[in-house]
């Protein structure tokens, strides 16, 4: 049974850094891409980066460049999201999810940040 | 604005069936496969269909089909359950980057 669990989520001051991880079970993690979404409270799903199975490509949210990290360890099993300068429109439920076919097929519970002095 | 179009909203009365669409103007949809996702009361996603294969746990009144630039979500027998919002998403392969749509709320009369 594939099992994503997330972490790290809260309130944070604007400005500051965050970083998300997404604990996996259940499947060979070393043999998936994994992605990253959010939503913003009352909209709808918005993609935040994407890795390779191994970690050698990244993608990003043109709109999020530069203020995000995505990395993983594959030893310990887990996916993880830096997130920089923060900014109160950051505020949103992180997903992640495990890819396949280049779209995401499982998801995890999600994780609430809220970015607010 | 998304890069796929869905209805904004849907509705339908139990057991009818219902069709909710997801539209591009590229072509990735025709190209990479598509998914479809419910999400209750702003929930975690749950995806309904990833391609043309009913995953785990999902019931076959869940169909999926594509034609040229749009993607086809239908439930046949509709149920109260089903009530919900439905995201579908794909590849984009100009943007190197997964797509959503805006998402449809089914709404079960």
């Known amino acids: 049974q594939v099992q994503l669990v997330e972490s790290g989520g809260g309130v944070v001051q604007p400005g500051r850094s965050l970083r998300l991880s997404c604990a996996a079970s259940g499947f060979t993690f070393s043999v998936y891409a994994m992605h990253w979404v959010r939503q913003a409270p009352g909209k709808g799903l918005e993609w935040v980066a994407s890795?390779?199975?191994?970690?050698?490509?990244?993608y990003y949210a043109e709109s999020l460049k530069g203020r995000l990290t995505i990395s993983r360890d594959n030893s310990k099993n887990t996916l993880y999201l830096q997130m920089y300068s923060l900014r109160p429109d950051d505020s949103a439920m992180y997903y992640c999810g495990r890819g396949r076919q280049l779209v995401a097929d499982s998801w995890g519970q999600g994780a609430l940040v809220a970015v607010s002095s | 604005q998304s890069a796929l179009t869905q209805e904004a909203s849907v509705s339908g009365t139990v057991g009818q069936k219902v069709t909710l669409s997801c539209t591009e103007a590229?072509?990735?949809?025709?190209?990479?496969?598509v998914a479809w996702y419910r999400q209750v009361s702003h929930g975690a996603p749950k995806t309904v269909m990833f391609g043309n294969s009913l995953p785990s746990g999902i019931p076959d009144r869940f169909s999926g089909s594509k034609s040229g630039t749009t993607s086809s979500l239908t439930i046949s027998g509709l149920q109260p359950e089903d009530e919900a919002d439905y995201f579908c998403s794909t590849w984009d392969y100009s943007l190197n980057a997964v797509v959503f749509g805006g998402g449809t709320k089914l709404t079960v009369l």
């Open positions: 890795i390779s199975y191994d970690g050698s490509n990244e």
């Open positions: 590229k072509n990735n949809i025709g190209s990479y496969t």
